[in-house]
T-cell receptor, first 116, second 112 residues
Framework: GAVVSQHPSWVICKSGTSVKIECRSL??????MFWYRQFPKQSLMLMAT?????????EQGVEKDKFLINHASLTLSTLTVTSAHPEDSSFYIC????????????FGPGTRLTVT | GNSVTQMEGPVTLSEEAFLTINCTYT??????LFWYVQYPGEGLQLLLK?????DKGSNKGFEATYRKETTSFHLEKGSVQVSDSAVYFC???????????FGGGTRVLVKP
């Protein structure tokens, strides 16, 4: 149980285009989902926290107009990187929290974004 | 604020060696503590957890004990395998649904 999927697993796009990444909790409902960015050989950097049906809360320094997050349902959150640039190339990981007093968060397998 | 500090890697070991990865934390109250493991090119997998002082989390031969007096949650395994090569993250959370606070990660390489 407690499986989180991400799609796509990797994507290459051209500068100036937008890319959407989906995060789904497959066998539980996630009251809260989190989006992280990870640079090579570094820890995870939290970008934003999203709750179903409300606006995401972004961490300091993260451009909310560039990284659009939508948490449309209790099983789906999306991250859209708008007008992507090479510096946006990274490994993006989501996690989902069941809430209801459960402390664990479950992570997706990650999406490798390369902007050319 | 909350913080997690873990030993820097890489840690290189031979198969069947004993592994310890130190983790200490700073937080008010009684956070829940976790160890996550990340294999190359993948997301994070929950390895083990402890939710209160003196709890011992264990999984796949790994163990960690929640020590409130030393604010530590050191990860240990008695006999590592090549398949244990990965990056290990120590993390804490204050309440369900809150964001995790991660340590910097420790890369472990086990050689045959």
């Amino acid at each position: 149980g407690a499986v989180v999927s991400q799609h796509p697993s990797w994507v290459i796009c051209k500068s100036g285009t937008s890319v959407k990444i989906e995060c789904r909790s497959l066998d539980f409902q996630a009251t809260t989902m989190f989006w992280y960015r990870q640079f090579p050989k570094q820890s995870l950097m939290l970008m934003a926290t999203s709750n179903e049906g409300s606006k995401a809360t972004y961490e300091q320094g993260v451009e909310k107009d560039k990284f659009l997050i939508n948490h449309a349902s209790l099983t789906l959150s999306t991250l859209t990187v708008t007008s992507a640039h090479p510096e946006d190339s990274s490994f993006y990981i989501c996690s989902a929290a069941p809430g209801l007093g459960i402390y664990e968060q479950y992570f997706g397998p990650g999406t490798r974004l390369t902007v050319t | 604020g909350n913080s997690v500090t873990q030993m820097e890697g890489p840690v290189t070991l031979s198969e069947e060696a004993f592994l310890t990865i130190n983790c200490t934390y700073t937080a008010t109250g009684y956070p829940s503590l976790f160890w996550y493991v990340q294999y190359p090119g993948e997301g994070l997998q929950l390895l083990l957890k402890a939710t209160k002082a003196d709890d011992k989390g264990s999984n796949k031969g790994f163990e960690a004990t929640y020590r409130k007096e030393t604010t530590s949650f050191h990860l240990e395994k008695g006999s590592v395998q090549v398949s244990d090569s990965a990056v290990y993250f120590c993390a804490l959370i204050k309440a369900a649904g809150n964001k995790l606070t991660f340590g910097g990660g420790t890369r472990v390489l086990v050689k045959p």
